[in-house]
Structure formats: structure tokens, C-alpha cells
């Protein structure tokens, strides 16, 4: 009868922090927002404005008020945990913080299939130099460490591993910050094939509007612990209803040469 439900669901999301006894901040307050499944919502804000925050709210990584539904069930990260975790992946700026050091790329690839799935050691590496060829990264790199590559090739690390379990959904939060300008159109161009391929549903998290836009489907611009305004991309980027939306698209419109035109 009705529609198939959202994938995500949040409402009237509210996370604070004490820092000290008088110091409370109000990173996320009262956020609604819904992601359909296939969907990529870009997240946009400006540094400190709580995009973090909220992402670190869905996957059970801080305290919060409100409510976080998965197709329609409220989320409990204590009781699901593990069944969650496999569902729900984070891709973050810094892979560097996503990968353990003295891992090399094989182990890190291999260790949630470990942890999470039945198959037999043959079948895991196998499944592990599938992914490394996926992200178009040479099979010898598996035997190397996370500080012998590129910053965007660890991030190609990151991506294969944070998709080992074919998650449902995947929170990338600024996963091209850090990287030089040609190198984040391949890593974007390769989360879009990704996520293509295998039917993701993502929140796409960054501070630049030019980035989301290449991306997302939808766009949520933050400000302050609150959402301003929603829409289409297209939408947005051609009629900004809000100040502060305005002011990140003149910010930003340096990608579009480097990524060349996708739509
Ligand atoms: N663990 C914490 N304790 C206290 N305050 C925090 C904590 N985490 C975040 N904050 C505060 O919450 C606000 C939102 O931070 P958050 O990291 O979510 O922003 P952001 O939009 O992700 O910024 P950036 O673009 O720089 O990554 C900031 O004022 C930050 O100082
Ligand atoms: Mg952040």
C-alpha cells in the first residue's frame, strides 16, 4: 500500500555537548532529514557548522535526542550493532584515521570479512583482490602498509574497505578534502561508479557545494547545527533561496574543469 520506506529517516535530531559545567554547545538541533534508498544526499556547510556531528549521531558514535529510523525501524546500536555495522559504513577525510598502520593492505581488506562473514580463507582473498582491482589499485599493493602510498591511493584503500561488507549505506564525510584537486575528480568519480554499481545509499558530507554537486541528488545546506535549505542540485545551485547558500556557491566553482561533465 504505501511506498517503500526511507532508507534513513532522522527527526528533530538534537546532539549536545558539555564541555565544561557553563559550556554547552548545541552542535545539532532538531534535524529532520530523509535519504530515499539509491539516493545521495550532499550534506554542505561551512567547517564547525555540526555535518560531523550528525554523521557520528547515525552511527551510534555520540548521544543523542530525536529519532534515527533505517526503513522505517528505529535504530538501537546497542542491541544491532553488528548486524548495523555491517549495513553502515564511514568513509572519512583522513584514511590515515580508518586505517590501522601496521596492517597491510591485505589485512585490512581481509579482517572484517574475518569478523563478519563465514568465508573460508580462500574465498576472503579472494574476494580482497577483487576489491583492490575494483578501486584500480595494482595487486601488489596488498602487501604493502597504509604510509607507503599516496594520499589517494590510501584513499582508494579506505573505499575498498569500508565496501568489503556491500554495505546499504555509506556516510563519505569529506572523504576529497585533503586531496589535490585532480586527484578528488578520480576518487569522486570512483564513489559515483561505486555507488552505481552496487545500489548504495549515501550521505555525502563537504564543506564545497562544487563537490556535492558532482555527487549528490539532493542537497542539504547546513548552517549552524541546522539545516537552511533542501533541494535538488540544480535547484539550489541556480536559485538559492538562502544567504548562506549563496555565499558557498561563489565560494567554490573550481571542480567542473577537473571532473569534466557527468550527469
Ligand atoms: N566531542 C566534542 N566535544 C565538544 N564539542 C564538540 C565535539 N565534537 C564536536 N564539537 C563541536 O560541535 C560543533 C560541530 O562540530 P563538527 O565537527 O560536527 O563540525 P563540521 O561541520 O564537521 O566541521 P568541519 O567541516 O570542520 O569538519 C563544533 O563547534 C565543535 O567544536
Ligand atoms: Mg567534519
Known amino acids: 500500500m504505501n511506498t517503500q520506506p526511507e532508507l534513513l529517516s ?29 539516493e545521495t544526499l550532499g550534506l554542505v556547510g ?13 552511527l551510534g558514535l555520540v548521544p543523542y535526542r530525536g529519532s534515527i529510523r533505517c526503513k522505517g ?10 548486524v548495523l555495522r555491517q549495513q553502515m559504513q564511514l568513509i572519512f ?11 597491510t593492505v591485505e589485512q585490512a581488506l581481509e579482517e572484517p570479512l574475518k569478523v563478519h562473514t563465514a568465508l573460508d580463507r580462500q574465498a576472503r582473498k579472494q574476494r580482497v583482490r577483487e576489491s583492490v582491482s575494483r578501486v584500480e589499485l595494482p595487486l601488489h599493493a596488498l602487501g604493502k602498509y597504509p604510509h607507503e602510498f599516496s594520499g589517494g591511493q590510501r584513499q582508494r584503500v579506505a573505499i575498498a574497505r569500508a565496501l568489503m561488507l556491500k554495505p546499504e549505506f555509506v556516510i563519505a564525510d569529506e572523504p576529497v578534502s585533503a586531496l589535490d584537486i585532480s586527484v578528488q575528480a578520480h576518487i569522486l568519480n570512483l564513489l559515483l ?3 552505481n554499481e552496487m545500489n548504495l545509499t549515501m550521505l555525502f558530507i563537504s ?4 563537490v556535492v554537486r558532482h555527487v549528490a541528488d539532493r542537497v542539504a545546506v547546513m548552517q549552524g547545527g541546522e539545516i537552511v ?23 567554490v566553482p573550481r571542480l567542473d574543469v577537473a571532473l569534466g561533465k557527468r550527469s
Open 93 to 103: 577525510q583522513d584514511p590515515y584515521a580508518s586505517l590501522n598502520p601496521r596492517f
Open 10 to 38: 532522522l527527526e528533530n535530531l538534537e546532539v549536545t555537548f558539555q564541555r565544561r559545567r557553563s559550556d554547552i554547545v548545541r552542535a545539532v538541533k532538531g534535524i529532520s532529514l530523509t535519504i530515499a534508498p539509491g
Open 193 to 195: 561508479d561505486l555507488k
Open 46 to 58: 561551512e567547517s564547525g557548522c555540526g555535518k560531523t556531528t550528525l554523521s557520528r549521531a547515525i
Open 73 to 82: 525501524e528505529e535504530l538501537d546500536w546497542k542491541k544491532q550493532g553488528k
Open 229 to 251: 535549505e533542501e533541494g535538488n542540485c540544480e535547484q539550489i545551485m541556480e536559485s538559492p533561496q538562502h544567504v548562506y547558500t549563496r555565499k558557498l556557491i561563489d565560494a
Open 207 to 210: 564543506h564545497d557545494l562544487s
